[in-house]
């Protein structure tokens, strides 16, 4: 069980990246008055009295349950109304616990360079630490109930729909410490894991790069959107920023790498989980072979798809090879735009309303409540992202718009996630969680959803050609890069098991690893081996990156049926959306016909790749 504290938000890799300064080529005049959140659903600020009334009420709820419960829940194990009792005051107190740690993590992450929102969000974690401390029985002693007495309990009927929360929990048990031990591990993550994810996440927006060319120093999300300008030495320029400033912080980059892999080692080694993604996969409820053969499927795939399509690329821009710098660069006939933010949520939600109207309405909320936080300003965070908050409020979108084509898209990605813990968020606090098996699957759905609907609308062939391959990137981004992403941690965790790893070490790991899912149309020029520093996912949510190829295969699943008029579509999926995480993947998919334990699941969801790039192919042999 998921203790509340404030969040440390994970940027969605490779959608957006950093906040920054504002481009040139896509100032506020261009792309329209981007929405500030206003988050006074959660609290009016940070000196509300309702702040320190809730936080008063939290420990004292907290106090009382633990005086009320601690040491009886054996005995009242077979009796399903005691037990419904205490969850629906735990409830209460996570959705209170959770409210007070999302305002202080969404004022964070909105400016991380504030120093009093530094310290609103510090203290407001470490006290939530202190009181969620004292509740760290009550999953440990739920877990101590016969087997026999719990399956009496849950004939209650509403204790019964906690049903899937009690198996997720049996399954945790193996690898439960007794309560001192977790109170311990509880407690020291405020100086251990949060606090060095924290060290990260502020350098990263403290770090400043000098690219030849630009007249003033740029923060990173600039930097990197320089690596899909059309010319080829400002791409060049960025990158080479890019590499002096890592290789400048590489020692600080490698000591937090190296501790954080240690600092998980020994909370593995601690609970008896063998492999280093086992805590992953259970926290997603999946069975690591089920993983193992969506990795090998996708390394299987590489010649098929980036190693093809990359060949392709370096074609089309006149290349034998692309330098790394290369991989995102525009094509040479693109056509270049900036979509206004107002343009840009007409495109999502229209997407939205032709698959389903209520869709739509989720959606429109975000821009019309101010839900949706979408400028570049210094001191943001990194990324973009939906944040669930707690089911007495609603989600909040993060992102850094800057008015290209794949800004659009991540729109479309994070509203889906919105759209989905929106529907979630009737199963309560304890239930609406989707596992990462599932939470993807919204997102890239909206993305195809928008995608598709955008494709239908262009009839001019180097337009579509242009779109066509746009999204093949992004779905390469999403699937082959991300599994490359997975097959490098496995390395750094399973190397830090021996012993300390060099910087050295972690660049031939990175290295390794781009060869492999690239391919041999793409040099990786030096400096490339220490661009591993930057993804945030390495740091905040280790072994994270399988749920994007997760969700990328599964949704070209679900998209094929939708576009073959499968029975009932629609229903079926709101359903499963509606589901959180109250049901088990696999039961989610039956619906579908669909089932990922199935090895060849995933070569269905990769065919839709492949037959992308065969478009392209066939693209070039009729031009």
Known sequence: ?????????????????????????????????????NLGDLYASTTSPEVARDLENAAKLATKFKADYQGK?????????????AIREYEEMSDLLGKLGSYAGLLYAANQTDPERVKFYGNISEKLTDISSGLIFFDLELNQIEDDALKSALKNKDLKRYDSWFEA??????????????????????????????????TMTGLRFNVEGEKEELTLEPTLNLLSDPKEPKRRAASEALASVFGDNIRLFTLITNTLAKDKEISDRWRGFKDVADSRHLGN???????????????????????????MKAKWLGMKQLSHWDRNAPLPDKPERVIAWPEAEKIVLDAYGAFAPEMATIAKQFFDKKWIDAGVREGKAQGAFSASTVPSVHPYVLMNYLGKPRDVM????????????????????????????????AS???????????????????????MIAGKVEDMLNTVVRQIAFYTFERKVHEGRRKGELSSDDLGAFWMEVQKESLGPAIDLKPGYEVFWTYIP???????????????????????????????????????????????????????????????????????????????????????
Not at 445 to 464: C, N, P, V, Y
Request: proline share 5%.
């Open 1 to 37: 069980m998921t203790l509340p504290r404030a969040p440390l938000f994970a940027a969605s890799t490779d959608r957006s990246s950093a906040a920054a300064k504002k481009p040139k080529t896509a100032g506020e005049s261009e792309i329209g008055t981007l929405p500030e959140w």
């Open 73 to 85: 829940l054996v005995a009242m194990g077979n009796d399903g109304a005691k037990l419904m009792q």
């Open 169 to 202: 929990l049996r399954k945790e048990k193996p690898y439960q410490l007794e309560e001192k031990v977790e109170t311990l591990f509880h407690e020291k993550s405020q100086t251990g894991r949060q606090a060095w994810s924290r060290l990260f996440g502020e």
């Open 285 to 311: 409820r999946v069975d690591g072979p089920v993983v193992d053969a969506l990795v090998d499927a996708v390394r299987a795939a590489y010649p098929r798809l980036s190693h093809r399509y990359y060949a």
């Open 410 to 441: 991540t729109l479309a990605h994070e509203l889906g996630h919105g759209v989905h813990q929106w529907l979630a968020r009737d199963q309560g606090p304890l239930l609406s969680s989707t596992p990462l098996t599932v939470a993807e699957t």
């Open 444 to 466: 890239v759905f909206g993305e195809m959803l928008t995608f598709k609907a955008l494709l239908a609308d262009t009839r001019d062939q180097k337009e579509r050609k242009a």
């Open 537 to 623: 996912h390495f740091i905040n949510s280790p072994f994270y990156v399988y749920a994007y190829a997760f969700g990328d295969c599964l949704v070209n699943s679900l998209y094929g049926l939708y576009q073959d008029a499968h029975p009932g579509f629609v229903g079926k999926y709101f359903d499963l959306l509606k589901a959180g995480g109250s049901r088990d993947y696999t039961e989610l998919l039956q619906p579908f016909g669909l089932d990922a334990r199935d090895p060849t699941f995933w070569d269905k969801g990769l065919s839709v790749i492949e037959g992308m790039i065969d478009e392209l192919e066939a693209m070039e042999k009729t031009a």
